[in-house]
């Protein structure tokens, strides 16, 4: 049976010498593996630029029962983000929000919200207007909420302390090492009810930025144990510095 999805391409590996091993999140079946034949010969009809970072593509599947992995029939891209692209800040946000999502996304069913949220995230970071410095703080927020661990309503209620081990506000120091307190705290409050075109004139300190990302990080391996290191944090910690 052949399937016409929308597909998000969160990671391409080689199947042999010609062809390729697609993780695609769909709009309608959630996580696929798809293999791409003849993606990296050079009479592919497929094009290998349609499978980048990220790349919002209209996919053809030959789906077969028990089969685990199906095979593209064709692929076209839906939708392009030139501004990202563009820009080395932009796209290296990009790299950095592909990785979260290539380890933190299992699902093997549909989705919707996930993937209206993930494609609203492109769109708002396409967009010039919509300021970097805190896109990537607002994106694990948000993303945490549709991974079933955001700290949610917990946020506006009265306490010193988040407590990452439970997701909760705390009145008094939970004492152990897995904290959200002070500044960094006020900062997560306050980004919690945005959505990312409040971040125009929204602004802070750089410490205080990269003190929350590892905080938040951190919140992540909790939630997420196979969440290891994320190669794109030095590097977009670099660019953005």
Known sequence: MLQATRGLVFHVSRYSDSSGIAKVF??????????????????????????????????????KPGRTLNYVRDASLNKAFPEISDNIIRSSMLLFINEVLYKAVKEEEANRNLFDFIEHTLDSLNNTSIPVQMFHLLFLIRLSDHLGFGPGGSLSLDGDYFDMLTGTVEENNPSNAYIISGDLLALLRKLSPLDYPDLTNFTASRKLVLDLLNRLLDYYRIHQPEMAELKSVKVLGEIMG
């Open 26 to 63: 769909t709009e309608d079946s959630g996580l696929q593996s798809v293999v791409v034949k003849s993606l990296f010969s050079k009479k592919a009809k497929i094009r290998p630029a349609l499978f980048g970072h990220l790349s919002l593509i209209d996919l053809v599947i030959d789906q």
